[in-house]
C-alpha cells in the first residue's frame, strides 16, 4: 500500500484479487478491516526490528556512507500527524484552541522520529509517540535511548530544532556519548545576545561561495552564557546572502538568511564548515523526510484510530520510504535514474500490481 502509495486500506482491499499477492503472501490478502484490526495488535517492535534488518543490510552491503566530513549525524524532529476536535482514542494529546466561539478542545497525536543523515542516503529510523499530557523531549529522550540501544554506533552528533537547545537534553546526549547540535534561537536568551554581540564585531572565519549564495561564517567556543550545562560552550553562525529576481517588477533583490547553531563538538573535531553543513542537513527530515512521507507516501493518514494501529502504519511508511530510496539510489543505475522520477518508479509499482489483477503471472518490480 505504502510502496504503491495507494493511500487507504480501501484501495489496498481493491487489489485483492492481483495474482501479486497470492505469490508474494502465499495465501488471500486479508480485508482492510482485518488489516487495521491485525495492526491494532501488532507488537510494534517486530516492525521495528524489519527497520534495524535493512539497516544493518545496507550498512553491511557498504551502501550507507557519511558525508564528506565523516560524522553520521541523528536528526530527531516532532511529527504531527493528525489533529481533530472528536476525541477518539485513549492516546489522543489534547490543546485548548481560542476561537471566536471560544475555547474548544482539540486531539491530536504527535510522534518524536529520528532520521539517520548520509551522504547521499538517509534513513528514518524510529518513531516515538508524544504521550498525553508530556512534551516533545519526554518522547525523543525515549527514542533516543531505544535507538541508541538498538543502534549504537550508528551516529556521532543528535541534532534537533531550537527546543532541543536544552540543559538536560545536551546532558543526556553527552551522557550516553553522543555530542550534541541544536539551533540557537531566544530560548537562550543569554547566549544568544552574547553571539550576536560578540559575532558583530569579530571578523568571519570563513567567507566563501556556497552554490549561489555567499556565506559568511563565524565559530567561537568560548562563550560562558550556558553555565548550566559547561564552563564554556561553542556557537557557530552562518549569515547566507543571495539575491533573487522579483516576480512583479523582474528587480533583482538580496536576502538573507541568519543562523546560529550551540553545540558540544569540538573544533578539533568538526571544522566550521562541517557544523554549518551539519545544521543545514538538519533540513532533510523536512525536506526529504516528512513532506515526503506526508505529500507523496499518505503517511499522516489514519488507516484505523488506534494508537498501536496508528504508530504502526507510520513505522511501515518509514520502511517503506527507506526501502524505496535505498532501492532508487542504489539498485538503479545513475543513467536510469535520470531518466524516470521516484514518482515514475512508485508508479510503476502500482501499475504491476493492478497489472497482475487482469491477466499474466505477476512479475515483480524489486
Ligand atoms: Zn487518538
Keep these: 500500500m505504502f510502496l504503491s502509495r495507494l493511500g487507504s486500506l480501501h484501495a489496498l482491499e481493491q487489489t485483492r484479487p492481483g495474482r501479486f ?54 536528526v530527531v524532529d516532532g511529527h504531527e500527524t493528525t489533529a481533530g476536535r472528536k476525541r477518539c482514542c485513549s492516546e489522543c494529546c489534547q490543546r485548548i484552541l481560542h476561537t471566536q466561539a471560544g475555547d474548544v478542545i482539540e486531539y491530536y497525536h504527535r510522534y518524536a522520529v529520528l532520521r539517520l543523515v548520509g ?38 552528533v543528535v541534532a534537533g530544532d531550537a527546543i532541543y537547545a536544552n540543559t538536560e537534553w545536551f546532558q543526556f546526549v553527552l551522557g550516553r556519548g553522543k555530542h550534541a547540535l541544536a539551533v540557537l534561537k531566544d530560548n537562550r536568551p543569554n547566549l544568544i545576545e552574547d553571539a550576536r554581540t560578540l559575532f558583530g564585531v569579530l571578523p568571519a572565519s570563513l567567507d566563501e561561495p556556497a552554490g549561489n549564495r555567499r556565506r559568511r561564517s563565524w565559530d567561537s567556543d568560548a562563550f560562558t552564557s550556558w553555565p548550566e550545562l559547561a564552563p564554556r560552550v561553542r556557537v557557530v553562525r552562518s549569515l547566507e546572502t543571495y539575491t533573487v529576481r522579483r516576480q512583479l517588477d523582474k528587480q533583482e533583490e538580496e536576502l538573507s538568511s541568519d543562523w546560529l547553531w550551540v553545540t558540544t563538538l569540538p573544533k578539533a573535531r568538526a571544522s566550521t564548515q562541517t557544523v554549518v553543513n551539519m545544521g543545514h542537513d538538519r533540513w532533510t527530515i523536512e525536506n526529504q523526510g516528512f513532506n515526503e512521507l506526508v505529500n507523496r507516501w499518505h503517511a499522516d493518514h489514519v488507516y484505523k484510530h488506534h494508537p498501536t494501529a496508528m504508530l504502526v502504519f507510520f513505522l511501515f511508511s518509514l520502511l517503506c520510504l527507506n526501502a524505496f530510496m535505498a532501492f532508487y539510489r542504489r539498485n538503479l543505475k545513475p543513467a536510469v535514474r535520470k531518466a524516470v522520477s521516484m514518482l515514475h518508479v512508485a508508479q510503476l509499482i502500482a501499475s504491476e500490481l493492478y497489472a497482475s489483477i487482469r491477466q499474466g503471472p505477476a512479475r515483480t518490480l524489486i
Excluded at 32 to 37: E, K, L, N, P
Design 21 to 74: 499477492w497470492a505469490r508474494w503472501l502465499g495465501q488471500a490478502m486479508p480485508s482492510a478491516d482485518s488489516i487495521g484490526r491485525i495492526c491494532s495488535r501488532i507488537d510494534v517492535s517486530d516492525v521495528r526490528a524489519s527497520v534495524h534488518q535493512l539497516y544493518s543490510r545496507l550498512k553491511r552491503m557498504k551502501a550507507l556512507e557519511p558525508p564528506v566530513h565523516g560524522l553520521m549525524q541523528a
Design 119 to 156: 551522504q547521499d542516503l538517509s534513513l528514518m529510523l524510529d518513531a516515538e509517540p508524544v504521550r498525553p499530557g508530556e512534551d516533545e523531549l519526554a518522547a525523543s529522550r525515549r527514542l533516543v535511548e531505544r535507538v541508541l540501544d538498538s543502534y549504537p554506533r550508528a551516529f556521532d
